[in-house]
T-cell receptor, first 116, second 108 residues
Framework: DTAVSQTPKYLVTQMGNDKSIKCEQNLGHDTMYWYKQDSKKFLKIMFSYNNKELIINETVPNRFSPKSPDKAHLNLHINSLELGDSAVYFC???????????????FGPGTRLTVL | DAKTTQPPSMDCAEGRAANLPCNHSTISGNEYVYWYRQIHSQGPQYIIHGLKNNETNEMASLIITEDRKSSTLILPHATLRDTAVYYCFCGRDDKIIFGKGTRLHILP
């Protein structure tokens, strides 16, 4: 069974389009995250949700909007896609988070987004 | 969060112990040391973490110096499947900031 899954695995789209990436975890974790890994392989956190509430929102353009319909899902919606949005996006989850835990994060397989 | 410094790459012979160093001289008292790795095209994978005592699990051992300014990840018997980029970072697990990591090459 896949612990953290993301769809789609690959996403190729034109500039200006709106797209969504879905993430689901079946670990019963309370916290979910979105990371962006750019071409230089730096992995940076974008958002963190704990029990459906946003707890971390790094300096990310407001074209990016996370949506958490329930504790097991954290989707990433991107409006007006730009060339610089091309990257691999990873979803992750952990049991607690919120700065008080040392729980480990479990990462999904990633979604490679290419904006043409 | 403390900044970490790691060598960009290392080689290790298969079957030998791989020792990956990490400097974190600005670590604060409540920050943990974490190690993750990323095998090509996959999501990062947790390896181990510790605060000040040495830690060991089924994957690796973590040695933290007494002043906590540096640590070493030890893979006791490296295999080809351990070829990956290894990331060391300090902080809280809800705000991971990955650096460039160390690209570990396991040589047959």
């Amino acid at each position: 069974d896949t612990a953290v899954s993301q769809t789609p695995k690959y996403l190729v789209t034109q500039m200006g389009n709106d797209k969504s990436i879905k993430c689901e975890q079946n670990l019963g974790h309370d916290t979910m995250y979105w990371y962006k890994q750019d071409s230089k392989k730096f992995l940076k956190i974008m958002f963190s949700y704990n029990n459906k509430e946003l707890i971390i929102n790094e300096t990310v353009p407001n074209r990016f909007s996370p949506k958490s319909p329930d504790k097991a899902h954290l989707n990433l919606h991107i409006n007006s896609l730009e060339l610089g949005d091309s990257a691999v996006y990873f979803c992750a989850s952990s049991q607690r988070g919120s700065g008080v835990s040392t729980d480990t994060q479990y990462f999904g397989p990633g979604t490679r987004l290419t904006v043409l | 969060d403390a900044k970490t410094t790691q060598p960009p790459s290392m080689d290790c012979a298969e079957g030998r112990a791989a020792n990956l160093p990490c400097n974190h001289s600005t670590i604060s008292g409540n920050e943990y040391v974490y190690w993750y790795r990323q095998i090509h095209s996959q999501g990062p994978q947790y390896i181990i973490h510790g605060l000040k005592n040495n830690e060991t699990n089924e994957m690796a051992s973590l040695i933290i110096t007494e002043d906590r300014k540096s640590s070493t990840l030890i893979l006791p018997h490296a295999t080809l499947r351990d070829t990956a980029v290894y990331y060391c970072f300090c902080g809280r697990d809800d705000k991971i900031i990955f650096g460039k990591g160390t690209r570990l090459h396991i040589l047959p």
